[in-house]
């Protein structure tokens, strides 16, 4: 399976974004799914997942009501849409999918990961 983030780029705060990440390949073996990033000199973090239906998704606290995870298995994509950016969402993006089923919240809990993609929000 190959993973390939897009849709990244530079907006003001307050704007919006969407993140795209399409999956190649033996598609079938792939369940949960999820989007992590990783600032400047920090570590890389969870943002959102999403089961393999669509109908569970998680969020961390910090984009909850502002970041939406979604994903079109007939086009073999997930996405994430972005609102109400702020300066410390600034970070590269990166997309994950995992063979385990359920919600998954940790980097070891996925299999293939894309090669991430920038967001940058200024001020």
């Known amino acids: 399976v190959q993973l390939q983030a897009s849709g990244g780029g530079l907006v003001q705060a307050g704007g919006s974004l969407r993140l795209s990440c399409a999956a190649y390949g033996s598609i079938f073996s792939m369940n949960a799914m999820g989007w992590f990033r990783q600032a400047p000199g920090k570590e890389r973090e969870f943002v959102a997942a999403?089961?393999?239906?669509?109908?569970?998704?998680s969020y961390s606290d910090s984009v909850k009501g502002r970041f939406t995870i979604s994903r079109d298995n007939a086009k073999n994509t997930m996405y994430l849409h972005m609102k109400s950016l702020k300066p410390e969402d600034t970070a590269v993006y990166y997309c994950a999918a995992g063979r385990q089923y359920g919600m998954r919240y940790y980097e070891y809990e996925y299999d293939y990961w894309g090669q991430g993609t920038q967001v940058t929000v200024s001020s």
């Open positions: 999403i089961s393999w239906t669509g109908a569970t998704t």
